[in-house]
């Protein structure tokens, strides 16, 4: 791959050109200096496939449930092979993760039940409808 414009990175990341420039001011993406001079070239910052697979290894973290300060974290983690921590941030989010499986099992067997009792035929309005009713 070539290197590619701003907008170039943020297409192959899949994002918009200001989250590339929000990721930078977190310090999750490095900014490459402008070059000097005049030309094709000229004054355009060039990103690598480097920076490519970092983009998309944010989006991928972000995807998973990782805070920005986790994913910076575990860039940083990168630059010295501290696989202790990275494995334990992966472990909390893991937790994390599987606390809002039962927390959306919980809800699923709610809905469920009420949406039997609203077929079930008895007179009144469906439970549904009453069951989100602001106190």
């Given amino acids: 791959m070539a290197d590619v414009t701003i907008a170039g990175l943020a297409r192959e990341g899949g994002v918009g050109v200001e989250t590339v420039r929000y990721y930078q001011r977190r310090g999750l993406l490095e900014t490459p200096e402008r070059p000097e001079g005049s030309g094709s070239n000229g004054g355009i910052r060039r990103y690598t496939a480097d920076d490519v697979r970092r983009l998309r290894f944010i989006r991928s973290a972000q995807a998973a449930g990782f805070t920005l300060e986790q994913i910076?974290?575990?860039?940083?983690?990168?630059?010295?092979?501290?696989?202790?921590?990275?494995?334990?941030?992966?472990?909390?989010?893991?937790?994390?993760?599987?606390?809002?499986?039962?927390?959306?099992?919980?809800?699923?067997?709610?809905?469920?039940?009420?949406?039997?009792?609203?077929?079930?035929?008895?007179?009144?309005?469906?439970?549904i409808l009453t069951a989100f009713e602001a106190d």
């Fill in 72 to 127: 910076g974290e575990l860039v940083a983690l990168d630059a010295t092979d501290d696989r202790a921590r990275a494995r334990q941030l992966a472990n909390e989010r893991i937790a994390a993760l599987d606390a809002k499986i039962q927390e959306l099992k919980r809800v699923r067997a709610s809905l469920q039940r009420l949406a039997r009792e609203c077929g079930s035929g008895s007179g009144g309005p469906c439970p």
